[in-house]
């Protein structure tokens, strides 16, 4: 049974974007070898991530990662079966904030900032979808 799951974390002060490619690099390492595929936003310290793949699988990754110490305010914002995955294409991508245009930001939430604290989980989804859409997520598929 396929799941898809959306968490938000914020980065203790010493994840750097040293830090945050060996993330990407090890999870573009494992996640094809456990059939999980998804998408990384980091953004002024805050993870939004959604990770697909099989419900075992998809679970035992998020319990390493809310135990994980770079890891704080670990939320769950959305899970749910799905028929497919949306996110097939990406063993782990990454959305390029540079990239990112502000109104597609204020598109979803009160100001042209990532937090996924003050929206829904369903409101993340879009706007991933929408960063898919408009070429703004980067790194090897």
């Not at 598109?107 to 979808?129: I, T, W």
């Amino acid at each position: 049974m396929l799941v898809r799951l959306m968490y938000a974390s914020r980065a203790v002060p010493s994840v750097d974007q040293d830090r945050l490619l060996d993330i990407l690099r090890k999870s573009k390492a494992n996640n094809p070898a456990q059939g999980i595929t998804g998408v990384l936003c980091f953004s002024e310290g805050i993870f939004l991530q959604v990770l697909e793949g099989g419900r075992s699988a998809v679970n035992k990754l998020y319990n390493r990662i809310a135990a994980d110490p770079c890891h704080t305010d670990v939320e769950l914002l959305s899970y749910d079966e799905i028929g497919e995955r949306r996110f097939a294409g990406w063993s782990m991508g990454q959305v390029n904030m540079a990239r990112l245009n502000p109104g597609l930001l204020l598109k979803y939430s009160e100001r042209p900032a990532l937090d996924p604290y003050a929206v829904s989980g369903a409101v993340s989804l879009a706007l991933f979808e929408e960063l898919m859409a408009t070429a703004s997520i980067v790194g090897q598929p």
